[in-house]
């Protein structure tokens, strides 16, 4: 990337990290479909030796996603959980590590039954407030973990507070960014020492690759977590970092949308009589909304929500009939989805450990995406035409 002074977001979502292909002036940087380079000597080469190591394409992407994140180094990899099994795979047996209790269901999955057994100890609390910390951190608290908003209640939590926290107990904090994407939030500047992402999501923003990434400016995490890209193999292919790359280019202007259709639609379904209770940070008697507009540029493109009958049954009627809503998982593509946590994205998590961090059964998440907006909100009020309110004890006793 040629030298531009303060570039700004835009600027850099469509030009960090890249520059014209040197054998031909390509402007877009070209699949490096190889696997080996040719050394002109042994261990004498142009940067690369072979493909699991590194790749022009990758370097690329990580460069780019780096700049996003206001961050010295960027690793890529094949998938999100790859990334989070890279980060705790740095930690020994004996380890604690300090996560949400509203964790998404994969995260929690890898942390309970892969790292547990190999002696890692986690403890699982509300982060909310940040002074209750201080009493699961204890003094072989390694890392602490935070995913915010959270997947798929929608809590926020204050990054800045929560890392000082840390910092004085010599703490490590990861923060999940995958729900803000770097555009709305960039937890270093706030304090934190790692960003991981599902590039799958908003980065990725077209449902159509899989991927991973650690942000980082700590140059030993960089380097143990580029030893395991080598050891351990979880590397995406430069078509999939090709295809990143792409899309980062209009993540800004995908995000503004997704913004202003998620507001909207939020609005809706806060006002309509067969909607119980709405989930979105940007309400004002959100419980994080204060922080969400300290931390956040905008607050995001999901929203959760309850049916007025809250049953599960009415929740996957409702979900059966949405058309512009795809019943689906995953999130952050430009097409709206809709998703049952409870059965799909946290199905992984058991019942009592989801309904004790306040995951009801019948939670619908939307994924709101850049369609436009009156087919939105026309698809979702169809949808909920379409299904009957069951009414209450108190109203059929009036009724007689």
Not at 21 to 40: F, K, L, N
Not at 318 to 346: I, N
Request: hydrophobic share 40%; charged share 20%.
């Amino acid at each position: 990337m040629a030298h531009i002074p303060d570039a700004r977001f835009g600027t850099l979502a469509v030009h960090a990290g890249q520059t014209p292909d040197p054998s031909t002036g390509a402007i877009m940087t070209p699949i490096y479909q190889t696997s080996t380079y040719v050394q002109e000597a042994p261990d004498v080469h142009q940067g690369y030796d072979y493909a699991r190591v590194g790749n022009p394409t990758r370097t690329a992407l990580e460069g780019n996603l780096a700049a996003l994140e206001g961050a010295e180094h960027g690793i890529c990899f094949a998938s999100g959980v790859a990334a989070i099994d890279a980060i705790l795979k740095c930690l020994k047996p004996g380890d604690h590590i300090v996560s949400t209790d509203d964790l998404y269901g994969g995260t929690y999955r890898l942390m309970t039954q892969v790292y547990e057994p190999w002696g890692l100890d986690f403890t699982f609390a509300n982060l909310s407030d940040p002074a209750d910390v201080d009493a699961v951190f204890t003094d072989k608290t390694k890392l602490l973990w935070i995913e915010t908003p959270t997947n798929p209640l929608l809590r926020v939590f204050d990054i800045a507070a929560l890392a000082e926290r840390a910092r004085a107990r010599g703490v490590t904090v990861v923060v999940d960014n995958t729900f803000a994407s770097p555009y709305l939030q960039q937890p270093l500047a706030l304090g934190a020492d790692l960003v991981l992402h599902s590039t799958t999501k908003y980065l990725g923003g077209h449902s159509d690759v899989v991927g991973g990434a650690v942000l980082t400016s700590d140059d030993d995490w960089a380097e143990r977590l580029r030893f395991l890209i080598k050891s351990a193999g979880a590397v995406p292919g430069p078509m999939d970092c090709f295809l990143l790359l792409r899309a980062t280019k209009t993540l800004h202007l995908r995000l503004e949308r997704h913004c202003d259709n998620a507001e909207a639609v939020a609005s809706f379904l806060k006002d309509h009589p067969k909607v119980g209770h709405v989930r979105y940070p940007g309400f004002e008697d959100h419980p994080g909304h204060e922080v969400a507009a300290k931390q956040m540029r905008r607050f995001g493109g999901m929203v959760s929500f309850t049916l007025a009958d809250d049953t599960i049954d009415t929740a996957v009627s409702f979900m059966q009939a949405t058309r512009v809503f795809a019943l689906a998982e995953s999130l952050g593509g430009v097409e709206s989805l809709v998703s049952h946590p409870a059965s799909m994205t946290h199905g992984s998590i058991p019942a009592d450990v989801r309904r004790k961090a306040g995951l009801p059964d019948s939670l619908i998440r939307l994924s709101v995406g850049v369609e436009d907006v009156e087919d939105i909100l026309a698809d979702l009020s169809q949808a909920l035409d379409s299904i009957t309110i069951a009414a209450s004890p108190e109203a059929e006793v009036e009724a007689a």
